[in-house]
């Protein structure tokens, strides 16, 4: 298998100048003519030969400026069409191929998904379209005609302003749409379908009208009105945050039921998966509406970072995505609570990026060397990536950071290019040497950092060490010191905050540690008495933190931390630390319970605190959050029993209190996914939640499954009782599937708390459903729902020490394999967790592998992610 290295990029030797498409769409096959006009570099020496990528494409006509090619002046095989000693001046290449969207079930290219056709191109998928120079640094202005059956697809789209469209005769039409901005072709899109749709307009802040449509399959059309919320409240953030202005007349978004992934940013034709657009309170929950604002926004944001400024080569993907991810975290802040964001994007990157990075498939936010891109779309490109952009924002400032960011926009407009440029403009801009900080985006691993600290009274001096570390990682044994932002402050026994006179032997930026080398050691004096150290403040850098602070100080910082997340944190410390002991035998004290349940009491009753903090702060870790945390030889088993004995023993003598209280929490307003309802139902569905798992009170979940008045409520009702695996579980799975059938988002919530079960037949029920002959095989949503939900969720079942789990999935895999490759080598990487488990458990998931291995062909998505794991 080829592997690609950043160390060989080099620019094409031709520039493709522009781009003209003609599809003319048939119910048998699609055909598509380029016209290409094509030019040598300068630097290009004459009769260089212009290879041009195609993957699986079947040439039927080919003409250089009109005329021809002789046989012997070009090659054409599955990986694309060589063009010999083209002419060395500007030409017009034409090509005309034939597809069969209706087969292609890698859903990359064009493809059909419930009569739509549609494409999709990030990052390879362009050349299953046409032979083009298929990657991120080639950028050309595009024109589009299509021609289709009028009855078929009324609705015609691809990127840019539409310019004409009319009759084409016998039963057929057109439309044709210019995209003034060059692009790079993964940015290609195109729909032709029989769509819904609504509309609605924008003013942008120059006065400029842009018209929005969202189009969706008939019937659906009042579902799309949160999403479109979204979209005029992202347009109106970017300007206000970021000085951007949308730059086309129309914003189109699309809706379709087989998607790849959540959403794509196609230059004015954002083509959506359907489950992160539709809402309505009946079928989707408080968390669905969030994502589908979140991803809406995070598409919407691509128009700058992404599409106007793009990246060199699929090595920055970074540039654009982590970038991207910041932005939308940001407008989420902006638009709910800042604090209740952080805590939610801090959980998402230690239960998926923290694993990532440092479990086989590590590697830097921008990685040097790949076999199959797909398999770099990864939590640590978006989510490490995302945190490595903000780490910039802190060092910065606010102003600092937006001086930067309108340098990059002013600077490289227009071009692809890199994360070293990237960083230039901040240095630019600010005057400051970031090359210590770059290696953030170059180096794999979650630095530890550990902290001690000492008083001493005589003095009144405090003195804080913190040291950083950074394990090795496939390929890369030795590991450099990182810039790490350390925001924090220093709290006196009374609860309030404290002061220093003056600080010595390192960098205090105001309340910003600067720890940029192996180990730092401060000497703060004039601190009156011993205070007890909150550190990485909303969590102000991607790290693990091992400290001396003990469970007493833990909680004093839950109680009086100014900073929320650190409270929030200080928590989940606590209980984290009691279950990992408790899971190895060394079961809590009754003082550390009594403790840490008045802790959470105390939090609860909190007027200053907002129901949706609450509901976090009184969540316990899961069985995978503690299993990472413990790191090495985990007996998962060991671990859910510690949890359950926690959650037990906390909450047996609060039950009566913490059922009162959620009993309060009934509400009958009408339902809004707003910050402050849907804060209230998280935090009542925690309490819940507790009850099930903590009191046997499966009466309650029962209860609320029937009287609830929305999908938040009943869903958590029917998910807390099958995690609990109560006695009203399986009734209530069943009632939900019967009750919502023909719904296939609602279908995709059954079968994730249908793979969550933790009782022994959850395999079995699991093969079934696969097995049933109406389970659609091919579509994404329904797969990842069941399986990407079964390895993702820190089931028992999935590790069970008889290995049933481990060769479920890998037997799946090898199925999916043939039909959609993407999705087969992302539900294999939940096998990643192999290397922290013990050693029985881990050989029966090596067996698997060498399995699937062996007696299978396998695609190169899912050959690079086996042979990784098992390496
Ligand atoms: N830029 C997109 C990433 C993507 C993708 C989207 C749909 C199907 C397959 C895909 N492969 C990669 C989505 C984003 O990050 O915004
Ligand atoms: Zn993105």
Same mark, same amino acid.
């Given at each position: 298998e080829q592997t690609i290295y950043l160390k060989d990029y080099a620019p094409t030797p031709y520039r493709i100048v522009s781009v003209e498409l003609d599809f003319r769409i048939l119910e048998e096959n699609t055909?598509?003519?380029?016209?290409?006009?094509?030019?040598?570099?300068?630097?290009?020496?004459?009769?260089?030969?212009?290879?041009?990528?195609?993957?699986?494409?079947?040439?039927?006509?080919?003409?250089?400026?009109?005329a021809p090619l002789a046989l012997a002046s070009y090659a054409a095989d599955d990986n694309g069409l060589t063009i010999v000693e083209p002419p060395f001046r500007r030409f017009v290449l034409e090509t005309e191929v034939f597809l069969k969207p209706e087969s292609n079930t890698k859903l990359m290219g064009l493809y059909r998904s419930s009569g739509t056709w549609c494409t999709q191109?990030?990052?390879?998928?362009?050349?299953?379209?046409?032979?083009?120079?298929?990657?991120?640094?080639?950028?050309?202005p595009f024109t589009v005609r299509m021609t289709a059956p009028q009855a078929l697809a009324p609705v015609l789209l691809s990127n840019g302003n539409?310019?004409?469209?009319?009759?084409?005769?016998?039963?057929?039409?057109?439309?044709?749409?210019?995209?003034?901005?060059?692009?790079?072709?993964?940015?290609?899109?195109?729909?032709?379908?029989?769509?819904?749709?609504?509309?609605?307009?924008?003013?942008?802040?120059? +006065? &400029?009208?842009? $018209? %929005?449509?969202?189009?969706?399959?008939?019937?659906?059309?009042?579902?799309?009105?949160? !999403? @479109?919320?979204?979209?005029?409240?992202?347009?109106?953030?970017?300007?206000?945050?970021? +000085? &951007?202005?949308? $730059? %086309?007349?129309?914003?189109?978004?699309?809706?379709?039921?087989?998607?790849?992934?959540? !959403? @794509?940013?196609?230059?004015?034709?954002?083509?959506?998966?359907?489950?992160?657009?539709?809402?309505?309170?009946?079928?989707?929950?408080?968390?669905?509406?969030?994502?589908?604002?979140?991803?809406?926004?995070?598409?919407?944001?691509?128009?700058?970072?992404?599409?106007?400024?793009t990246c060199r080569d699929w090595f920055q993907l970074c540039l654009k995505e982590g970038l991207t991810v910041y932005r939308d975290?940001?407008?989420?802040?902006?638009?709910?609570?800042?604090?209740?964001?952080?805590?939610?994007?801090?959980?998402?990157?230690?239960?998926?990026?923290?694993?990532?990075?440092?479990?086989?498939?590590?590697?830097?936010?921008?990685?040097?060397?790949?076999?199959?891109?797909?398999?770099?779309?990864?939590?640590?490109?978006?989510?490490?990536?995302?945190?490595?952009v903000r780490m910039l924002a802190t060092l910065l400032g606010e102003a600092g950071f937006r001086k930067g960011m309108d340098l990059y926009f002013e600077r490289h407009d227009g071009e692809a290019t890199t994360i070293e440029a990237f960083i230039k403009v901040f240095e630019d801009a600010s005057g400051r040497d970031l090359s210590q900080f770059i290696t953030w985006y170059l180096q794999a691993g979650t630095p530890q950092v550990t902290v001690s600290d000492s008083y001493d009274g005589a003095s009144q001096t405090y003195t804080l060490t913190l040291t950083q570390t950074v394990e090795p990682t496939p390929g890369e044994p030795d590991k450099k010191p990182l810039l790490i932002p350390v925001r924090f402050g220093l709290i006196g026994p009374n609860g309030s905050p404290m002061s220093w006179n003056g600080v010595s032997g390192g960098t205090v930026e105001g309340d910003l540690i600067l720890l940029d080398k192996p180990s730092v050691t401060l000497t703060f004096s004039g601190v009156a008495n011993k205070p007890v150290p909150s550190l990485f403040r909303a969590f102000s850098a991607p790290v693990k933190v091992s400290s001396n602070l003990d469970q007493a100080d833990l909680l004093f910082l839950a109680r009086h931390d100014s900073d929320p997340f650190n409270r929030w944190d200080a928590l989940q410390t606590v209980s984290t630390q009691l279950i990992a002991e408790a899971a190895r035998g060394r079961r809590w004290s009754d003082d550390d319970a009594h403790a840490l349940r008045q802790a959470l009491v105390d939090t609860l009753a909190n007027p200053d605190l907002d129901a949706a903090f609450k509901a976090q702060a009184i969540a316990i870790p899961g069985t995978g959050m503690v299993s990472r945390h413990i790191g090495k030889d985990v007996d998962p088993d060991a671990v859910s029993a510690a949890r359950k004995d926690l959650v037990t023993t906390l909450v047996g003598p609060i039950a009566d209190q913490l059922a009162e209280r959620y009993a309060a929490l009934v509400s009958d307003a009408p339902y809004s996914p707003d910050a402050a309802q849907a804060g209230e139902r998280a935090l009542r569905n925690g309490l819940l939640q507790l009850l099930v798992s903590g009191a046997g009170r499966g009466d309650l979940a029962q209860k609320q499954y029937e009287t609830a008045g929305n999908m938040t409520d009943r869903y958590a009702a029917m998910a807390i009782a099958a995690q609990s695996w109560t006695d009203e579980a399986p009734a209530l799975l069943g009632d939900f599937r019967t009750?919502?059938?023909?719904?296939?988002?609602?279908?995709?919530?059954?079968?994730?708390?249908?793979?969550?079960?933790?009782?022994?037949?959850?395999?079995?029920?699991?093969?079934?459903?696969?097995?049933?002959?109406?389970?659609?095989?091919?579509?994404?949503?329904?797969?990842?729902?069941l399986l990407g939900s079964f390895v993702m969720s820190g089931s028992t079942q999935f590790t069970r020490l008889d290995g049933a789990g481990f060769r479920f999935v890998t037997e799946a895999v090898a199925e999916i394999d043939k039909v959609n490759p993407q999705v087969a080598s992302r539900i294999l990487t939940g096998m990643r967790i192999l290397p922290m488990l013990e050693p029985r458990r881990r050989e029966a998931g090596r067996v698997a592998l060498e399995t699937l291995k062996s007696q299978h062909t396998l695609s190169r998505n899912v050959g690079e992610i086996l042979d990784r794991i098992l390496a």
């Open positions: 055909r598509v003519r380029a016209q290409l006009a094509i030019e040598p570099r300068d630097t290009t020496a004459p009769g260089t030969s212009l290879v041009l990528d195609g993957d699986g494409l079947s040439l039927s006509s080919i003409a250089i400026d009109g191109c990030e990052p390879e998928g362009f050349r299953r379209i046409t032979y083009y120079l298929d990657r991120p640094d080639v950028l050309a539409p310019i004409d469209r009319g009759d084409a005769g016998d039963g057929m039409h057109y439309a044709v749409w210019q995209d003034p901005f060059p692009k790079p072709a993964y940015l290609f899109a195109l729909v032709a379908g029989d769509l819904g749709s609504i509309t609605d307009s924008f003013t942008t802040v120059s +006065g &400029r009208n842009v $018209d %929005l449509a969202i189009y969706c399959t008939h019937g659906k059309e009042a579902e799309c009105h949160h !999403a @479109m919320d979204s979209l005029k409240r992202s347009m109106a953030w970017d300007e206000r945050r970021f +000085g &951007r202005e949308y $730059d %086309l007349d129309v914003f189109n978004v699309v809706a379709v039921s087989d998607f790849n992934f959540g !959403a @794509m940013e196609n230059k004015g034709l954002n083509i959506f998966n359907d489950k992160l657009v539709f809402a309505q309170p009946e079928t989707a929950t408080d968390a669905n509406y969030h994502s589908i604002e979140r991803v809406i926004a995070h598409e919407y944001f691509h128009n700058w970072t992404g599409n106007r400024i975290q940001e407008f989420s802040s902006d638009e709910h609570s800042r604090p209740v964001q952080r805590i939610h994007d801090v959980q998402n990157l230690r239960t998926s990026q923290f694993p990532e990075d440092g479990g086989p498939l590590a590697h830097p936010p921008r990685p040097d060397h790949y076999r199959e891109i797909n398999n770099f779309y990864t939590t640590t490109v978006y989510e490490k990536g995302a945190e490595v009750r919502f059938a023909g719904d296939p988002l609602v279908f995709d919530k059954w079968l994730t708390a249908s793979a969550q079960a933790p009782d022994d037949g959850v395999i079995e029920r699991m093969r079934a459903i696969l097995a049933a002959p109406d389970f659609p095989k091919t579509n994404p949503n329904r797969l990842r729902s």
